[in-house]
């Protein structure tokens, strides 16, 4: 009776997947308890943000593919139907829009669109796949530009990058051809200077802090010089757990979320961080295989979009981190702080092994 309970609650579960999930989030909880100046209860707060990703996860991997895409337009309306209350009616903060308050709550409608971009854009191209034209590809473009724009305009750079990339996969992975992606790239220099001027003078200066961060060590580039100094005090097996001297001295700021890398860096030196590498390898390369074994359009695109998007979160981050990107607040996956990232990411974990169990149970 037992045994057959646990099969029943495991079987939609990909035991490799979870296993590369679970040991990389108990990395984080580590990073965590010394980043946040060996808070228990910032640790106890992350592991109950675990406890309910991990039950978002376990709820959408035994929700059947046809059902996630038909839920693709529905979700996809919701959010930008709810991008456009935020612009009308939405809560600001630290000079952003970005919340709706609902009274007893307050919700970020961008967070809805990680997850509706891609499965729309694929829902899209599912139903176009005998006859994908050109015309095709401007459409789904136009899909992905809306909500960005709304995303935009809040503003949160951060968000929209991350939307964009997702949309953009799905638009690769469907078969964009190469001369549309080349004149894509060269129109978007050649608008460089309008986007310069679009931008906001805090998202300028985080761009010219990239190429020079001594230009204001004291001001907007402190947090690329002090993440810069703890990765490279790390050294090859780097200082020891709760020894890092940027963290625990407050040198390094917001070193519980989107810097925590530089708290890992530093601890762990050279050889921690190829083991973080190569867990999140393991997971896009396991992404990758659903993928590629999916057994329909909708399903192949949106797991290749899911799992690249993954890897983008991971790139920004410790690109960021690395002083060669600019900072654009985006968290290192299930080792930065923050509950809606979390659910968000486990949630696009839970479709991927949804994708890969269903398909299994019907080819037998």
Request: charged share 10%.
């Amino acid at each position: 009776m037992i045994n057959q309970l646990l099969h029943r609650l495991i079987k939609h579960i990909d035991s490799f997947l979870m296993a590369c999930l679970l040991f990389t989030m108990l990395v984080g909880l580590f990073v965590l308890y010394s980043a946040s100046g060996h808070s228990i209860d910032r640790v106890l707060a992350q592991a109950i943000n675990i406890a309910v990703a991990l039950s978002a996860m376990w709820l959408a991997s035994n929700v059947s593919p046809q059902h996630i895409e038909r839920a693709a337009l529905p979700l996809y309306i919701l959010g930008v139907l709810l991008l456009i209350f935020v612009a009308l009616f939405g809560t600001t903060s630290h000079g952003a829009t970005r919340w709706l308050n609902l009274g007893i709550t307050k919700i970020q409608p961008s967070e809805i669109m990680r997850l509706a971009m891609p499965m729309m854009i694929a829902w899209y191209f599912s139903k176009r796949e005998a006859s994908l034209r050109i015309v095709d590809f401007v459409i789904a473009a136009m899909l992905l530009v809306v909500p960005v724009g709304l995303i935009m305009k809040q503003p949160d750079l951060g968000t929209a990058l991350l939307i964009s990339a997702s949309g953009f996969y799905v638009l690769f992975l469907a078969g964009l051809n190469w001369k549309f992606l080349l004149g894509g790239i060269v129109s978007v220099g050649a608008m460089m200077p309008v986007f310069w001027s679009m931008l906001h003078d805090y998202q300028r200066k985080r761009i010219e802090i990239l190429i020079d961060p001594t230009q204001d060590p004291l001001g907007a580039g402190y947090h690329t010089i002090q993440a810069t100094i703890a990765l490279g005090s790390g050294g090859i097996a780097g200082k020891g757990w709760l020894h890092g001297t940027q963290a625990q001295l407050d040198f390094l700021p917001e070193r519980t979320t989107d810097f925590i890398f530089a708290v890992f860096g530093e601890e762990f030196g050279m050889l921690g961080n190829i083991l973080l590498l190569v867990l999140f390898s393991l997971i896009i390369i396991r992404g990758l295989i659903i993928a590629a074994d999916a057994k329909d359009t909708f399903t192949r695109l949106l797991a290749g979009s899911i799992t690249l998007t993954f890897f983008t979160y991971t790139f920004v981050n410790m690109g960021m981190v690395s002083g060669i990107l600019p900072v654009v607040g985006v968290p290192l996956p299930f080792i930065s702080y923050g509950g809606t990232s979390m659910v968000t990411l486990l949630l696009g974990f839970g479709i991927l092994m949804s994708i890969h169990t269903h398909k299994k149970l019907v080819s037998s």
